[in-house]
């Protein structure tokens, strides 16, 4: 069965880094799109970035823009979310969402569990 | 970009009963070349992950009780429960995925009244 695992979360101060991880399972992870969602606490879902399956193609909401970059390994079957210069309102829990499709244009169809990221002094 | 507003941001639906759940787009999501409309639905129980419950606006996920049912076309759409079960409830988001940024509803809560 599909698993989407996250990892790397935690509590950062402002203006420090991150990565996080999302280690995928049960299905050809080369052969779909993946994306980051986020969801601050008590508040709805916010489209973070996405990739296509082979990592050609990669686009950001203008939030995250120049200071987080998504990146994968197929070989390792891992999606990344870098994240720099973060500030008190990327505090949220961070999913990995698998695109039903190659990456552009397609429903998102499992998700994983989250990883809450705090951004606080 | 393409916003996407809900309403109400919540109801309280009497068990069995049927439960309304509209999304709006600020553009339409159908795309002329295939007649597609690209706007889906999920629902979110409380300490889960989002759910995909309808895709196409329309077309229901595997295993997803038939109660549900996605409708509209263009910049209107509809999510209905058609009888309310207790476990139905939670946050339910609809999503356009035909242009970047995807964007999602501000989300609907379901209660029990």
């Known amino acids: 069965q599909v698993q989407l695992v996250e990892s790397g979360g935690g509590v950062v101060q402002p203006g420090r880094s991150l990565r996080l991880s999302c280690a995928a399972s049960?299905?050809?992870?080369?052969?779909?799109?993946m994306h980051w969602v986020r969801q601050a606490p008590g508040k709805g879902l916010e489209w973070v970035a996405g990739?296509?399956?082979?990592?050609?193609?990669?686009y950001y909401a203008d939030s995250v823009k120049g200071r987080f970059t998504i990146s994968r390994d197929n070989s390792k079957n891992t999606l990344y979310l870098q994240m720099n210069s973060l500030r008190a309102e990327d505090t949220a829990v961070y999913y990995c969402?698998?695109?039903?499709?190659?990456?552009?244009?397609?429903?998102?169809?499992?998700w994983g569990q989250g990883t809450l990221v705090t951004v606080s002094a | 970009d393409i916003v996407m507003t809900q309403s109400p941001d919540s109801l309280a639906v009497s068990l069995g009963e049927r439960a309304t759940i509209n999304c709006k787009s600020s553009q339409s999501v159908l795309y002329s070349s295939n007649n597609k409309n690209y706007l889906a639905w999920y629902q979110q129980k409380p300490g889960q992950p989002p759910k995909l419950l309808f895709y196409w606006a329309s077309t229901r996920e595997s295993g997803v009780p038939d109660r549900f049912s996605g409708s509209g076309s263009g910049t209107d759409f509809t999510l209905t429960i058609s009888s309310l079960q207790a476990e139905d409830v939670a946050v339910y988001f609809c999503q356009q995925y035909l242009t970047t940024p995807q964007a999602f509803g501000g989300g609907t809560k379901v209660e029990i009244k």
């Open positions: 990739l296509w399956y082979d990592g050609s193609n990669k």
């Open positions: 049960g299905f050809t992870f080369s052969n779909y799109g």
């Open positions: 969402a698998r695109d039903s499709g190659f990456g552009e244009s397609w429903p998102l169809d499992y």
